[in-house]
């Protein structure tokens, strides 16, 4: 892994760009989205860049996040009853495809917002929200506000990252150095966020 992270500081930005929005897109589709490593992406894009390609890269991750939920809304609207009744539905499992509906129900909008801060979740919403016939409109709104939240997030922690990169001795790979430092970073700062959305989460469903 640390051999992979360390050769991306060797591909055109252009290039680097244009494969972290597919990794997102891979990111957000369920089950697949679990194999991917999409905060990993997002730090190791930040090692590479300049502050100058920052908006590239929070750019590259919005539209990949977005692309991807939004494929799994249309699934859902389209072949949701087929989709659950199906194999994919037991990889998934009825209990979390159910937790995912209640949620939806009790929240609305607000937790496609906070998706990608709920692991699994996160790629099971827009599916189950396309199901339930949530209107894309507000769905895509409350989407991309959440996935530029969460890309803020990360670009924020991998700048900081790379900047203490830059302080540490010795000769450390820049990307590898921001990759690990910003993980170790999020860790911190995203644990408690998750903590506390799941426990809104668990109530949205008790309430429901």
Do not use: K
């Not at 490593?37 to 590239?56: I, M």
């Not at 929200?129 to 769905?139: D, L, P, V």
């Not at 959440?146 to 991998?158: F, Q």
Request: net charge positive; proline share 4%.
């Amino acid at each position: 892994m640390s051999n992979i992270i360390a050769q991306l500081g060797e591909l055109p930005t252009g290039l680097l760009v244009g494969m972290l929005g597919l990794v997102m897109l891979a990111d957000a589709v369920p089950l697949l989205g679990v194999l991917v490593p999409g905060d990993v992406a997002v730090l190791a894009a930040v090692g590479v860049g300049h502050p100058a390609t920052s908006a590239v890269t929070m750019a590259a991750v919005v539209v990949g996040c977005v692309a991807g939920w939004s494929l799994s809304f249309l699934a859902g609207r389209v072949f949701g009853d087929r989709l659950r009744r199906g194999r994919i539905g037991g990889w998934i499992g009825e209990a979390r495809w159910a937790t995912a509906e209640r949620v939806l129900r009790a929240g609305g909008g607000r937790m496609v917002l906070v998706a990608p801060f709920l692991p699994v979740l996160n790629a099971l919403l827009p599916l189950a929200a396309g199901g339930m016939r949530m209107s894309y409109r507000r769905f895509v709104a409350f989407a991309t506000a959440g996935a530029a939240l969460w890309a803020g997030l990360y670009l924020a922690l991998g700048t900081v990252s790379r900047s203490l990169a830059v302080l540490l001795p010795g000769d450390g790979d820049p990307v590898l150095v921001t990759t690990v430092v910003g993980l170790a970073l999020a860790g911190v700062a995203v644990l408690g966020a998750r903590r506390r959305l799941r426990t809104i989460v668990a109530g949205a469903a008790r309430a429901s």
